[in-house]
């Protein structure tokens, strides 16, 4: 695929601290691409300096065409318009006829789980809602480039799952998104590839969505207790709670397979095993 977006040694401080330094990187049209890392290692910063709405200390950002950017910030500013007048002002800027945005910001409303809120001020509106108010803004019109800061933090299952649905179906029609983001169930269901920025480098890795299980085991003939804490814990490791007459423990998939075949021919019974 073409690259769309080139950053040549990009840099970007604030003040005397270094956010972003000397990054080199090409990012394909219709690319999927994900930002990861602890809090203020400068996911947000390269967000806004990809977009140009924060310029490079040093470097530059290039794009291979004029592209319309739709940007989805993590903390969405309050104001006294309502969330339908600020919705109609945005889509009236993208250049959307006032019926055709009317019926549109209404029907994603209605999917987002929110009609009832586009009448009220944006000012008394949750954190949750107002990112509700940003995505649909971002998903009026079909950009080249989409970018979320942290889209479903706060975020109800409902509109989880229709935002995964909306992002993928944009990625369908060959968006490109970059997105900032923690939880790495999101990243594997929207993106193909992530990053993460290490002392203000950028650096491929892996995000692997981990299956956790709640797994309940007790034995017929019970060694006292102390003995049997200690057993387990020799065995799998982590944390062993009481629970009833025997034990829970909380074990990834990977750690199931390896342990419990072992456990059991050791004379422990399986009493549950729940995913969480």
């Known amino acids: 695929m073409q690259a769309v977006i080139h950053l040549q040694q990009v840099s970007k401080k604030y003040g005397e601290k270094q956010v972003l330094g000397d990054i080199t990187q090409s990012f394909a049209a219709g690319s999927a691409i994900a930002f990861v890392g602890h809090n203020g290692c400068g996911k947000s910063t390269?967000?806004?300096?990809?977009?140009?709405?924060?310029?490079?200390?040093?470097?530059?950002?290039?794009?291979?065409?004029?592209?319309?950017?739709?940007?989805?910030?993590?903390?969405?500013?309050?104001?006294?318009?309502?969330?339908?007048?600020?919705?109609?002002?945005m889509g009236m800027i993208d250049g959307l006829s006032q019926a055709r945005?009317?019926?549109?910001?209404?029907?994603?409303?209605?999917?987002?789980?929110?009609?009832?809120?586009?009448?009220?001020?944006?000012?008394?509106?949750?954190?949750?809602?107002?990112?509700?108010?940003?995505?649909?803004?971002?998903?009026?019109?079909?950009?080249?480039?989409?970018?979320?800061?942290?889209?479903?933090?706060?975020?109800?299952?409902?509109?989880?799952?229709?935002?995964?649905?909306?992002?993928?179906?944009?990625?369908?029609?060959?968006?490109?998104?970059?997105?900032?983001c923690h939880e790495p169930e999101l990243v594997a269901a929207i993106t193909?590839?992530?990053?993460?920025?290490?002392?203000?480098?950028?650096?491929?890795?892996?995000?692997?969505?981990?299956?956790?299980?709640?797994?309940?085991?007790?034995?017929?003939?019970e060694d006292a207790r102390q003995q049997a804490v200690a057993e387990l814990t020799k065995m799998v490791g982590g944390e062993i709670l009481p629970y009833g007459d025997g034990y829970q423990i909380y074990l990834t998939q990977a750690e199931c397979d390896r342990h419990l075949g072992r456990l059991l021919a050791q004379g422990w019974r399986l009493r549950g095993l729940y995913k969480v």
């Open 46 to 89: 390269l967000l806004k300096v990809l977009s140009g709405l924060v310029r490079p200390t040093r470097g530059t950002v290039q794009y291979d065409r004029a592209l319309i950017f739709h940007y989805v910030p993590e903390k969405f500013p309050a104001t006294y318009l309502t969330a339908e007048q600020y919705l109609m002002h």
């Open 192 to 221: 193909e590839k992530a990053y993460t920025i290490e002392q203000g480098k950028l650096l491929p890795c892996d995000i692997a969505v981990t299956e956790t299980y709640r797994v309940l085991l007790c034995r017929e003939e």
């Open 101 to 180: 945005l009317s019926e549109e910001l209404w029907k994603l409303a209605e999917e987002f789980h929110m009609a009832e809120h586009l009448r009220s001020r944006m000012s008394t509106l949750s954190k949750g809602t107002l990112q509700k108010v940003g995505v649909i803004q971002a998903l009026l019109i079909m950009p080249d480039v989409l970018l979320l800061d942290e889209p479903l933090s706060g975020q109800d299952v409902d509109a989880q799952r229709v935002f995964v649905d909306k992002v993928n179906d944009l990625r369908g029609r060959g968006i490109t998104l970059f997105m900032s």
